[in-house]
């Protein structure tokens, strides 16, 4: 039995299911949560290159609400991003198992994409923990500094 028949055997359980969560217009929110969430991290990026800049040097209370909204951006895209496809679980027209969203590549449908987008949500995991982690740490000499697991954030932003 193929990954397809595979697919439309699980359809057609929960299609006759008549669940509450069949009328929930699943498609629309996932496309529009990944929507938002990569316009919030190109918005963080954005806002982080801005922070970076030797223009803000003596504007201290306007670096300090750059980053601020710099960190709220990039957080709540990546939140957001977790969410886009924990709502593929209860979707009536192409469902997931947990595993299938957790693993990378073992999609039923387009694997190589769902795994790229598998492994740029655990890239940005990646991203906010260490840099979370170097904020509460004190720096020590010949460790890295923040910027460097910052600066990491662009590898997983082609393949989101």
């Not at 055997?9 to 009328?23: I, N």
């Not at 977790?82 to 073992?106: G, K, S």
């Not at 991203?127 to 890295?144: A, H, Y």
């Amino acid at each position: 039995m193929g990954r397809r028949d595979r697919v439309h055997r699980r359809l057609r359980h929960v299609r006759r299911s008549g669940s509450p969560l069949t009328t929930v217009p699943t498609w629309l929110i996932t496309r529009t949560l990944g929507i938002t969430a990569y316009l919030l991290l190109f918005f963080g990026i954005c806002l982080g290159l801005l922070y970076g800049m030797p223009i803000w040097k003596d504007k201290q209370n306007t670096r300090l609400w750059i980053k601020n909204i710099h960190f709220l951006a990039n957080t709540s895209g990546v939140f957001l991003a977790a969410i886009h496809p924990m709502l593929l679980v209860i979707d009536p027209y192409l469902p997931f198992r947990w595993t299938e969203l957790i693993v990378p590549f073992t999609a039923p449908h387009e694997p190589f994409l769902y795994g790229l987008g598998t492994l740029t949500l655990y890239g940005l995991l990646f991203i906010i923990i260490t840099t979370d982690l170097k904020k509460s740490c004190r720096p020590v000499p010949g460790e890295l500094s923040t910027s460097q697991p910052t600066f990491s954030s662009f590898l997983p932003w082609p393949t989101a």
